[in-house]
């Protein structure tokens, strides 16, 4: 099956600091790249959607500005955590779907884990 | 290795009927299980989050239960209408929600 890398898996940083998340399609395109965030006990939270070349679309409560993202080609879509802050730790996980084909042709990454400190 | 199946891949029914939806887990050593459903050209929506430690979750019409010990979970949905056509996915957290598995999914077609 089609596979979708998501990197780093774990990440710690400073509070202050910024940290890219990547998530690229290894043998598909996608247009759009889902980006969710998990708190503990709590269920995924769809963050924005990703569209190649275009601006993300946020969900209602999501900065923009603190959750910069970037989907410049179709195989990589990037969420940067701008000034990360204690509050920011959490589970993040990006999904795509090929170019074009919608039915059951999801794709997850694998997640990462952030904690800022 | 933690892998997670669902059956079947596909079910298409009339309005109104009963159904469910199957999701088979591995290992039972998993922190939480959660179902979610997608629409095309949308991301995931969360459905049931169901904590190891619970058997059963409900949520209108819908009901997902949990059986760690044979590595099962359920999605049952009640007097099922055309709204409900979508992918279904159940997910299996291993430890703290450092690791997620999917499963591949259930593509749902309700008839009108």
């Known amino acids: 099956g089609a596979v979708v890398s998501q990197h780093p898996s774990r990440v710690i940083c400073k509070s202050g600091t910024s940290v890219k998340i990547e998530c690229r399609s290894l043998d598909f395109q996608a247009t759009t790249m889902f980006w969710y965030r998990q708190f503990p006990k709590q269920s995924l939270m769809l963050m924005a959607t990703s569209n190649e070349g275009s601006k993300a679309t946020y969900e209602q409560g999501v900065e923009k500005d603190k959750f910069l993202i970037n989907h410049a080609s179709l195989t990589l879509s990037t969420l940067t955590v701008t000034s990360a802050h204690p509050e920011d730790s959490s589970f993040y996980i990006c999904s795509a779907s090929p170019t074009g084909r919608w039915s059951t042709e999801a794709f997850f990454g694998q997640g990462t884990r952030l904690t800022v400190v | 290795k933690q892998e997670v199946t669902q059956i079947p891949a596909a079910l298409s029914v009339p309005e109104g009927e009963n159904l469910v939806l199957n999701c088979s887990f591995t290992?039972?050593?998993?922190?939480?299980l959660q179902w979610f459903r997608q629409d095309p050209g949308k991301g995931l929506t969360s459905l049931l989050l169901i904590q190891s430690s619970q058997r059963e979750q409900t949520s209108g019409r819908l009901n997902a239960s949990l059986d760690k010990s044979s590595g099962r979970s359920t999605l049952y949905i009640a007097a099922s209408q055309p709204g409900d056509s979508a992918t279904y996915l159940c997910?299996?957290?291993?430890?703290?929600?450092?690791?997620?598995?999917f499963g591949p999914g259930t593509s749902l077609s309700v008839i009108p």
């Open positions: 997910a299996v957290f291993r430890t703290s929600y450092d690791k997620v598995i």
């Open positions: 290992d039972s050593a998993i922190y939480n």
